[in-house]
Nanobody, 120 residues
Framework: QVQLEESGGGLVQAGGSLRVSCAAS????????MGWFRQAPGKQRELVAL???????NYADSVKGRFTISRDNAENTVYLQMNSLKPEDTAVYYC??????????????WGQGTQVTVSS
């Protein structure tokens, strides 16, 4: 199995910055992509940023120019740096990791979620 440990998040004023991180551990043969999603109250979970292995990063239009996703492949860790935060960024942020536990066993795991609250 693969475990995901999220950290970071919290409460910040509008215009401020936060960084969340997610470390994957366990039975990891290969990682295809690491990303961040978020879910606000009463809304569906949505993609925030995705970093495929060897591919271009993708961002939701609402966060382009403000958020940056990065990876430490040696540590199987993904980060999301969030700048110029807005109240509408308030949500629970979930990391997602997709890959292989062995050559024949794919995985798709979610972190436990971390709350990000932006006050106006």
């Amino acid at each position: 199995q693969v475990q995901l440990e999220e950290s970071g998040g919290g409460l910040v004023q509008a215009g401020g910055s936060l960084r969340v991180s997610c470390a994957a551990s366990g039975s990891i043969f290969r990682i295809f992509a690491m990303g961040w999603f978020r879910q606000a109250p009463g809304k569906q979970r949505e993609l925030v940023a995705l970093a495929p292995s060897g591919g271009r990063t993708n961002y939701a239009d609402s966060v382009k120019g403000r958020f940056t996703i990065s990876r430490d492949n040696a540590e199987n860790t993904v980060y999301l740096q969030m700048n110029s935060l807005k109240p509408e960024d308030t949500a629970v942020y979930y990391c997602n990791v997709q890959g292989l536990e062995n050559p024949n066993r794919p995985f798709n795991y979610w972190g436990q979620g971390t709350q990000v609250t932006v006050s106006s």
